[in-house]
């Protein structure tokens, strides 16, 4: 399945998991960003990251309130990411996870459709 991907705004299609496996590649070397993964009217997936900390946000539909990722451990603070339009948002970093984790699920979403990676703890927003 064609999952389409939007990478700081830019768009590109992937086919394979040769294909994804090589755009995560690429994309990890990138510090900061925001990745969004979906699927032909279906769900998104979006992942931002900053430095070592990144989270996930699960869509079912455009327009839903989605889940989040959440972490193993309670962190009080924030962190602030920079989105594709040049926006500044602060977001919890109890919904951090580790960044292989981020990836896996990219992937695990891609291979299956657009499904909501279960090995994640999300909480409902």
């Not at 931002?48 to 962190?75: C, I």
Request: with cysteine; net charge negative; charged share 20%.
């Amino acid at each position: 399945m064609t999952v389409s991907i939007l990478f700081n705004g830019h768009a590109e299609e992937v086919a394979s998991p040769e294909a994804l496996g090589e755009a995560l590649q690429r994309f990890d070397r990138a510090a900061e960003f925001e990745l969004w993964a979906s699927v032909p009217a279906g769900p998104s997936l979006c992942m931002l990251r900053h430095g070592e900390h990144a989270w996930l946000m699960y869509l079912r539909q455009e327009g839903d309130s989605g889940f989040t990722s959440l972490g193993e451990a309670e962190r009080p603070s924030t962190q602030a990411y920079i989105l594709s339009n040049g926006q500044k948002d602060e977001y919890p970093l109890a919904w951090c996870i580790p960044l292989e984790q981020c990836y896996r699920a990219i992937a695990y979403f891609h291979a299956n459709g657009g499904e909501q990676p279960p090995w994640i703890r999300w909480l409902e927003s």
